[in-house]
Every structure is written in structure tokens, then in C-alpha cells.
């Protein structure tokens, strides 16, 4: 018998959490985009097989309607290379990834623009532009991200938040990192989410600041001060997803074992936590960006153009929540 044949048992016998076999959660999402009008989007640099791939479907499913910002002559060379039509799509030609980047938030400051679409430059160069305060896309909200996703091995929509903005926020941050992803979840169909605030125990300890810091997020809610969800931490991360985790330690709340959102220490660990539920897990994800002006569709430059199509269905969810048909 192999190293391996004990962990395969014990997975068989005892998983997770009773789920389906498939994916369940993403294309509900594509679903319910069917009957709302594609949004405007600028899509900032696609200049890759997938993110240019992931554009031209998008608008091929009705979710958005794209103006491509980018070397006009090189994006089309690239259709071109692909077999992707991209005719019918208005083309602003901006010769860096700083011009582009540029062009697309100025797009989205005017209302020309109702989302903005990564493309295949780095996240860095994007939001820089996005986040400046006189001419970015801030509102009073502090601008987080939010990992979508769809792992077979959990039954319900799961959010991590923030795995790809905030390197090491400060607590007001985190209220904000909070309250964006409750309002993501609302927008998703979940309407009174589970908020676990993860550390790596369960009692607040004062030599562990993630713990203290969920007790006070907690205290908060209880007073009114984030509003629409459920929270509950500090909580491990076994406990927030595995009712037979949370029975084992004696914890009992409505959060535990069925948290549909995961509120990470920092960006490291949510990062790595992403990462390991998609490498690993087998999970899809799709990324978002909330509290600027318009919804930011950011995906990672690896990611697949099925996955730039579910951001951009969040993207369009997200923004019909925010502005009514």
C-alpha cells in the first residue's frame, strides 16, 4: 500500500461536508446575467491569448460590451493569431500599460465606462492608477478585493476576502474589507451571509492581533456598525467550513461549518489560501474588485478565459445591485 492509500480512505469516508459532484455555484450566476443588459466595460490591456480570449467571450455571452485599450496594430495581430473577432469592438490605442491604464480609469471616472476589465498586465500597474485619490476610482469606501469561488468539496458560495489588495490592513480597513463583501454577497443571492474571521485558533488571544481584531468586528456587528451579515470569530479555518471540526471543539454558532465568507489576517495568507483551494482543491475562482466607483474585474494574468467569464457575471450582478434596472 502506498503513503498515499490512507489519506485517499479517509477523504472517502469522511469529507469535508456533504457536497455535489461538480461545480454548483458559477453558472447560477451566468444564469441569472441572462436576462440583464451587458454592461459597458473597458478591458485594460489584452494582450495575452486568454485575456483577449476572455474579453471576446464575454461579449459573446451578453455580459459585457468592451472597448479594448491597448496597441491597437499588436491587439489585432493577436485576434488575428487566435481566430478572435474583435471588428465590432471599439479599439483606443494607448502604446504602455501605464497609458492604458490611464485611459481606462478616465473612462470609468466619466460614466463611459460602467466596469473595468483586467487584461493581461500586472495588478500593480492597474490599480495604482485606480486607487490614487484626486483622479482614481476611490469612493468612502476603502477599495478590497474578493476571491468567487466554486470548490466541489463546500455546498455554497464561498468569498475570501482580502487575498490580493490590502497587504496588511489595519483594523478600519477591515471594516470596510467586511462590510464590501457582505454587500458582494447580497448582490450574489446570499442574503444574510456567514462571516468567519479567521485566525489560527478560536479564543481571542492578545499576542495573535487577528484575534483581537475579530472580537472587536464582532462587537460591531452586534452594535449595528456593520450591517447584513452574520459574524462570528476568531475562528480556524476548519471550524468556519467543517460542522465535525466545529462539534470537536465545542463550538456552536451560526457560523460555524457553514461560513460563506472568510475574512483572511492579510493578504499572504488569503493569497496562499486561494491558491491552495484551486491548485489543490480543485475549486474555480473568480476575483473582484469592490468599494471603487465601478466594479474592477481582476483575475490573475494565469487564469483561464472561463474564469475572466464568471468575474465579468459577478462583475454585471454587482453592478445592477448598485444600480437597479
Known amino acids: 500500500m502506498s503513503d498515499l ?36 466595460t473597458v478591458v485594460c490591456w489584452p494582450m495575452s491569448d486568454v485575456a483577449l480570449k476572455g474579453a471576446v467571450e464575454a461579449a459573446a455571452a451578453g455580459l459585457i460590451e468592451p472597448t479594448l485599450v491597448g496597441p491597437e496594430s499588436a491587439m489585432k495581430a493577436l485576434a488575428a493569431k487566435i481566430g478572435a473577432d474583435i471588428e465590432s469592438f471599439p479599439i483606443v490605442n494607448a502604446e504602455s500599460e501605464a497609458k492604458a491604464a490611464e485611459i ?4 470609468c471616472r466619466s460614466g463611459e465606462s460602467q466596469a473595468m476589465m483586467k ?12 486607487m490614487q485619490r484626486d483622479t482614481g476610482l476611490r469612493t468612502r469606501r476603502r477599495i478590497s478585493h474578493v476571491f468567487v469561488m466554486d470548490t466541489p468539496a463546500y455546498a455554497r458560495t464561498l468569498l475570501i476576502t482580502d487575498a490580493a489588495i490590502n497587504i496588511k490592513p489595519e483594523f478600519e480597513d477591515k471594516i470596510h474589507i467586511v462590510q464590501n463583501a457582505i454587500d458582494l454577497a447580497h448582490a450574489l443571492g446570499v442574503a444574510e451571509p456567514k462571516v468567519a474571521l479567521l485566525s489560527a485558533v478560536e479564543t481571542v488571544n492578545p499576542k495573535i492581533p487577528s484575534t483581537m481584531e475579530a472580537a472587536a468586528l464582532c462587537k460591531m456587528a452586534d452594535r449595528g456598525q456593520i450591517t447584513g451579515g452574520i459574524l462570528d470569530g476568531p475562528l480556524a479555518f476548519d471550524t468556519a467550513v467543517s460542522v465535525k ?7 456552536n ?16 495568507s488569503g493569497n496562499m489560501l486561494a491558491k491552495q483551494l484551486e491548485y489543490l482543491g480543485g475549486a474555480q475562482l473568480a476575483g ?12 490573475s494574468r494565469a487564469d483561464s478565459a472561463e474564469t475572466r467569464l464568471t468575474s465579468c457575471a459577478v462583475a454585471v450582478l454587482l453592478h445592477y445591485a448598485n444600480h437597479p434596472q
Open 104 to 107: 481606462c480609469v478616465a473612462m
Open 245 to 251: 471540526a466545529a462539534r470537536i471543539k465545542h463550538l
Open 288 to 299: 473582484i474588485v469592490l468599494g471603487a466607483r465601478v466594479p474592477v474585474i481582476l483575475t
Open 119 to 130: 487584461g493581461s498586465l500586472h495588478t500593480d500597474e492597474l490599480m495604482k492608477v485606480a
Open 5 to 40: 492509500a490512507p489519506i485517499a480512505e479517509a477523504v472517502a469516508v469522511d469529507p469535508l461536508v456533504p457536497h455535489p459532484p461538480d461545480y454548483h455555484v458559477f453558472h447560477k450566476f451566468l444564469e441569472r446575467c441572462k436576462c440583464l443588459k451587458a454592461i459597458t
Open 253 to 268: 454558532s451560526p457560523v460555524t461549518g457553514q461560513a460563506d465568507i472568510l475574512v483572511v489576517p492579510d493578504l499572504e
